[in-house]
């Protein structure tokens, strides 16, 4: 796959569209958005991180807290009590920092071109503020 394009399933597709369409709750809203974002992870592992051994190392570390934050997020929108679900909420946005974590030092190590990663750095960047804002709300 060339730069920052990524071909997504046609079921992917029409989730988009239905989300679009449709109002979902907040929760079933950013569970798809969530396991979107993991699914593209996983993608730009396969397809960029590979070349060298500082790239497939930092590439494995951002494939794990990026799908930890789809994996963590279905686990709040299940929990069973506030307290429950704020601290699984807490635990993605720690998954979606790291995320971006990573993305950062690939950057600032000039190990790949930005126009490789930078669709996939503003998205971990959104989720980072849209769960940070959550959890602050949540607080009070």
Partial sequence: ???????LSRKYILI???IIMTELSF??????RTKRFA???ILFYVNHCKKTEELRIIGRQFLRSSTSVAANFRAFTRGRSE????SKLSIVLEESDE??????????AELMPLENFNSIKNE???LLKIISTTRKHMKN
Avoid: D, R, T
């Fill in 1 to 7: 796959m060339c730069g920052e394009h990524y071909i």
């Fill in 16 to 18: 988009l569209k239905y």
């Fill in 27 to 32: 929760g079933e809203k950013y569970n798809l």
């Fill in 39 to 41: 699914v593209q992870a």
């Fill in 83 to 86: 307290a429950e679900k704020f």
């Fill in 99 to 108: 995320s971006v974590f990573w993305l950062e030092l690939i950057e600032e």
């Fill in 124 to 126: 971990a960047l959104e």
